[in-house]
């Protein structure tokens, strides 16, 4: 596959009670994705598009044709991590997690000096897992 960013295809989430996925908790990311490239929605979904110019709904076709993939195979204790559009991996967890985690707009501190990131931690500026 392509890393491209233009694809002359429509997409159009599924519509019903029939499922496509193996769950509804993967189902309903997956069709809230899908309709937000529907064209009677998005800005450019053949750009994937969906708002202000810019906003994507996946970095390119090939991370999302990876997290559809991702989100239709899931099993009841995985959860699928997505970064920035792009998915990262899907991760053994249980079945009281999320199936889901999305982190966009984060801070990559590639050059502020090492005494920057420290100042923003008691200013609340931190990110913990559980």
């Given at each position: 596959m392509s890393q491209s960013k233009y694809r002359q295809l429509d997409v159009r989430a599924p519509r019903g009670t029939t499922l496509t996925a193996k769950s509804w908790l993967t189902e309903a990311p997956l069709r809230m994705l899908m309709n937000n490239l529907d064209p009677d929605v998005a800005e450019n979904p053949h750009e994937l598009v969906v708002y202000g110019g810019i906003g994507r709904a996946a970095r390119n076709w090939e991370c999302y044709d990876a997290i559809v993939k991702a989100l239709k195979n899931l099993e009841s204790d995985e959860t699928l991590l997505v970064q920035s559009g792009k998915p990262v991996g899907v991760?053994?967890?249980?079945?009281?997690?999320?199936?889901?985690?999305?982190a966009n707009s984060n801070l990559v501190p590639h050059w502020p000096p090492g005494n920057t990131l420290t100042s923003w931690m008691p200013k609340g500026w931190r990110c913990t897992a559980r």
């Open positions: 991760f053994k967890t249980h079945e009281n997690s999320p199936r889901v985690l999305i």
